[in-house]
């Protein structure tokens, strides 16, 4: 990686505003090319106080509620979006015109129209734009695409993606932006499945079919102030799926999986082999070679369990260390130092603006297919 400063700006001081300034201020932890110094210039939130208590907390050099102020300062050199979806697409057409690098948190926007103008923008300028995929950069992620690509699977037959959580079975929980399709274009098949379709889509390639079945819970919700208000955005769907190589199976994702976590596992399976993987279990990857040799009850066949752990092949420091566990934090690590990997070497970043497009582009199409079958009701 080169040596040179990297001066960032952050719009949204919530969750992912903390997650991304965590990434950032530590990279250097568990790199040993990062670059020498990262910058947090300016953090950005529409509640003032709350981007001021970020700046104190975090060290950054200055807060606002203006986002526009960010893109307009010469210091600056990374524009990172971590808003509500409804207000990605002006915020990244904002940054693209004003020359800066990119760094967006999933989904890249509200519909495949955004989309749409967003990937043409993009490819009139010559900054690094990435979008916050973060579950491809696992090492079980990333060992299981040097698998497949190298043919471990054989012939791909068939995939099982399940992605839970639990955090929307209670009635009482007040509605936020993530349950409001104003906000979040959606429920949990934009806000949740995106990932689970992108990490699909990095394996195998694109899809040929996707269709949905979907559940609210519950149809009402207090506000914050306690009156109810209507839900639109579902809690748990079921994708069926087919890929254009062939490949068929099922995306389950849902904020009402009583006893889950952030469980995201994944089971693919072709004419040669397997792989299985388990968020919960992070640190194996569980593959399966139907090509070895069977023998007297059973031989030395079965599910072997591969320890991929910490074990990153570019983190050059080895911190916290190769045979350390993973979790969810060092995954968005990795994904953000790809990024400024790529911005200090002047390379185009993966997954791009044009896969965040793409995954937009099939989210809309399943809830439009799904609006037109209730039109048979």
Not at 40 to 63: M, P, S, T, W, Y
Not at 113 to 137: G, L, N, P, W
Not at 250 to 257: D, G, W
Request: aromatic share 10%; glycine share 10%; net charge negative.
């Amino acid at each position: 990686m080169a040596s040179r400063e990297l001066r960032v700006g952050i719009i949204g001081a919530g969750f992912m505003g903390r997650t991304h300034t965590f990434d950032y201020r530590n990279m250097g932890l568990f790199y040993d090319d990062h670059p020498p110094s990262i910058r947090l210039v300016g953090i950005c939130d529409n509640d003032l106080a709350k981007a001021e208590k970020h700046r104190d907390e975090f060290g950054f050099q200055f807060a606002t509620d203006r986002y526009q102020e960010l893109i307009s300062r010469e210091d600056i050199d990374v524009i990172d979006i971590c808003t509500p979806t409804r207000f990605h697409a002006e915020q990244i057409l904002a940054a693209l015109y004003g020359g800066k690098h990119l760094y967006v948190d999933k989904p890249l926007c509200m519909s495949a129209d955004e989309a749409e103008e967003i990937v043409q923008r993009a490819a009139r300028t010559s900054t690094v734009k990435q979008v916050a995929y973060h579950y491809r950069f696992y090492p079980g992620a990333l060992k299981t695409k040097m698998l497949i690509d190298a043919g471990f699977l054989g012939t791909p037959i068939s995939l099982r993606v399940e992605y839970y959580h639990s955090s929307n079975l209670d009635p009482a929980k007040p509605m936020g932006w993530k349950q409001d399709k104003a906000m979040g274009g959606g429920g949990v098949l934009i806000e949740m499945a995106c990932h689970a379709l992108d990490l699909v889509y990095c394996f195998f390639g694109r899809y040929e079919r996707v269709s949905m079945e979907s559940v609210i819970l519950y149809r009402e919700r207090p506000d914050a102030s306690g009156k109810m208000q209507r839900v639109e955005g579902e809690d748990h769907v079921l994708l069926n799926v087919r890929m254009l190589n062939g490949m068929i199976g099922t995306i389950e994702v849902s904020k009402v999986a009583a006893g889950s976590n952030d469980d995201f596992n994944f089971a693919f399976y072709g004419s040669h082999g397997a792989v299985k993987y388990e968020s919960m279990n992070p640190n194996f990857l569980s593959v399966y070679d139907a090509t070895r040799p069977s023998g007297p009850i059973g031989g030395t066949g079965g599910f072997q369990a591969i320890e991929t752990v910490n074990k990153y092949p570019d983190a050059g420091s080895h911190f916290p260390g190769p045979r350390f566990g993973i979790g969810w934090l060092r995954g968005h690590v990795a994904c953000h130092y790809n990024f400024v990997d790529c911005v200090l070497r002047g390379s185009p970043a993966t997954p791009s603006l044009s896969d965040g497009a793409y995954i937009q582009k099939v989210i809309d199409r399943v809830y439009a297919r799904a609006d037109d079958m209730r039109g048979l009701r």
